[in-house]
């Protein structure tokens, strides 16, 4: 996720701005009157609310409802110190480890695993939910960084376009490359873009660390648009957006297509974009949550990371970050079950590859695409 700038109109930010609750102005003056020189007795201070605070990236977002129920259950305020983008935020984290903003991180993900856990800024926390989730999530074997939610980057197309034009669309990522589709795909500079970093990892890990560079060449010389941002590649190069772009495809997420239904105006029985879900043509995103090291309420910290992995928000999750849960007893909102299909075979890179080879393979990119 992350990684996670506000890159479509389902991630948005739901304000955790909360009332202050309405101070009781009674004045006690006509009771000291009332009770000559008496003084009343001291009004016992109400019981001070504890705060637990959840760093994370600017894309988090929680309905109302599961936050109330969260402050209900554990009688804790929950505050969130947003910290930028996935990557703005990690860095956050590890730079103030000898004090710690927080007590929970959310938002790392499998791109940036291995990092976090090199520095230590998670301590160990084996939650008793963890049993029920399944453990192609569970990638950090120590129990210090615990898997939240999950979601693929893929190409999605504008089907109207290609009706319109007779064209089938592209089965496998060697497809785009071909005459038919030049210049019809945009995708996000994997240097400024989270979906352009996975797209990338995508083709690293279908053509190897020897031969994707091959590939992206191939996909300069068929006109392959290259733009800095998931915003400008969605809203203005793609042809199914408002901006009526001149590429029909675009590196988005697997999930845009179920929102592009669940908002589409005037509404339509079915989205006007699918994603492409051919072997290896998606990069799934893990995303985690851990006890930041040094924590000085480990038992609150605790309480918010079971009420991360409980149904309640994990049920939150698809409709609040466009993201899939990782329990999977969470029921999925129907607009998910219908336009949403997971890809069979999701490109999968190991964490501490990724984290070894990362910016060496994004140099790479940038020599052939940006040369």
């Known amino acids: 996720m992350h990684s996670h700038a506000i890159e479509h109109q389902t991630r948005k930010h739901v304000g955790l701005g909360r009332c202050l609750p309405a101070v009781l102005g009674t004045s006690v003056l006509p009771l000291i009157l009332l009770a000559g020189c008496a003084a009343p007795a001291a009004e016992p201070s109400p019981r001070e609310t504890r705060t637990v605070t959840l760093m994370t990236h600017d894309s988090f977002a929680i309905s109302e409802t599961a936050l109330q129920e969260f402050e209900a259950a554990t009688g804790a305020k929950l505050a969130v110190l947003e910290s930028g983008d996935a990557g703005a935020a990690l860095n956050k984290a590890i730079l103030t480890k000898q004090a710690p903003l927080a007590d929970v991180f959310f938002g790392v993900d499998n ?40 979601g693929d980057v893929c190409i999605n197309y504008d089907r109207d376009w290609f009706a319109a034009h007779s064209l089938d669309v592209p089965g496998s990522l060697e497809d785009l ?17 989270s979906p352009g970093l996975a797209f990338l990892l995508a083709t690293v890990a279908h053509f190897g660390p020897d031969g994707f560079a ?66 290896e043509m998606c990069f799934r995103q893990i995303e985690f949550a851990g006890i930041l090291a040094g924590t000085e309420q480990r038992d609150l910290a605790e309480k918010l990371v079971e009420f991360l992995l409980s149904r ?40 501490e590859e990724i984290a070894a080879h990362r910016e060496e393979w994004m140099n790479v990119w940038k020599g052939v695409m940006l040369s």
């Not at 490359?177 to 873009?193: D, I, K």
């Not at 845009?256 to 669940?262: D, I, K, M, R």
């Not at 939150?316 to 299909?341: G, S, T, Y």
């Open 111 to 150: 791109t940036f695993l291995a990092r976090a856990l090199e520095e230590g800024v998670f301590e160990t926390y084996a939650s008793p939910r963890l049993d029920s989730i399944p453990a192609e999530y569970r990638l950090d074997p120590g129990n210090r960084a615990l898997p939240v939610d999950y």
């Open 214 to 279: 091959d590939y992206w060449g191939s996909l300069k010389s068929n006109g392959t648009v290259v733009v800095d941002g998931w915003e400008t590649a969605y809203y203005t190069n793609f042809s199914a957006s408002s901006g009526k772009g001149f590429q029909p495809m675009v590196v988005s997420y697997a999930t845009s297509p179920a929102f592009e239904f669940l908002y589409a105006d005037p509404p339509r029985d079915e989205p006007p974009t699918a994603s492409l879900l051919g072997p």
């Open 312 to 351: 309640t928000f994990q049920e939150d999750i698809p409709l609040q970050m466009a993201m899939f849960p990782v329990n999977p007893d969470a029921v999925l909102p129907e607009a998910f079950l219908r336009f949403a299909p997971l890809p069979a075979e999701p490109a999968v890179l190991a964490p």
């Open 177 to 193: 490359a071909e005459e038919e589709y030049r210049g019809l795909l945009v995708v996000e500079n994997p240097f400024t873009s």
